[in-house]
T-cell receptor, first 116, second 117 residues
Framework: AQSVAQPEDQVNVAEGNPLTVKCTYSVSGNPYLFWYVQYPNRGLQFLLKYITGDNLVKGSYGFEAEFNKSQTSFHLKKPSALVSDSALYFCAVRAGSTSGTYKYIFGTGTRLKVLA | GAVVSQHPSWVICKSGTSVKIECRSLDFQATTMFWYRQFPKKSLMLMATSNEGSKATYEQGVEKDKFLINHASLTLSTLTVTSAHPEDSSFYIC?????????????FGPGTRLTVT
């Protein structure tokens, strides 16, 4: 079965410290991987994606993610966290669907709290 | 660019009535739109994939007759919650994939908060 796992419900980090939000996936074929961020009562905003190429992907707001095929992981990272980074983060994978097209499968989300 | 709107942003309706939610791609065309439901404990559940000019593809466990989806044009998809019940109260989010070029991205609407009393 195709799936995405975010093992941590919440991650707390002090402002200025590096942060990591974990994501692992299970998908047949080459994975197309994404990170989105959601602020309260808002839709999701795109942060970054991995389709092919360099395993280290850089995205919006200073975030980056590393694709690791052997560990089937796509962890989100940022060298120095800001209080404004506090939000809900979703990892997603684009997968084939039974209709022959595709769909996006989301992890359960990780709430990031950056403490001043 | 790549803006998706949803209307209404919030709605309160009485049990037994129907509610229509619109999802529009404002500056691009989309053959495929997705409808999600987000539960209070934050998980995002795909309800259905909406394809312009054809029937929607529903995920397992989602009632087709209760959640009617119509993809009327390349910029508009609607979700109608029929005979709504309090358990249908939720945050509904749509997303759209641009037609032009395969960016592998989907753009999300701001969501619609539905409360059924």
């Amino acid at each position: 079965a195709q799936s995405v796992a975010q093992p941590e419900d919440q991650v707390n980090v002090a402002e200025g410290n590096p942060l990591t939000v974990k994501c692992t996936y299970s998908v047949s074929g080459n994975p197309y991987l994404f990170w989105y961020v959601q602020y309260p009562n808002r839709g999701l905003q795109f942060l970054l994606k991995y389709i092919t190429g360099d395993n280290l992907v850089k995205g919006s707001y200073g975030f980056e993610a590393e694709f690791n095929k052997s560990q089937t992981s796509f962890h989100l990272k940022k060298p120095s966290a800001l209080v404004s980074d506090s939000a809900l983060y979703f990892c997603a994978v684009r997968a084939g669907s039974t209709s022959g097209t595709y769909k996006y499968i989301f992890g359960t989300g990780t709430r990031l709290k950056v403490l001043a | 660019g790549a803006v998706v709107s949803q209307h209404p942003s919030w709605v309160i309706c009485k049990s037994g009535t129907s509610v229509k939610i619109e999802c529009r791609s404002l500056d691009f065309q989309a053959t495929t739109m997705f409808w999600y439901r987000q539960f209070p404990k934050k998980s995002l559940m795909l309800m259905a994939t909406s394809n312009e000019g054809s029937k929607a593809t529903y995920e397992q466990g989602v009632e087709k007759d209760k959640f009617l989806i119509n993809h009327a044009s390349l910029t508009l998809s609607t979700l109608t919650v029929t005979s709504a019940h309090p358990e249908d109260s939720s945050f509904y989010i749509c997303s759209a994939d641009p037609l032009a070029g395969d960016t592998y991205e989907q753009y999300f609407g701001p969501g619609t908060r539905l409360t059924v009393t």
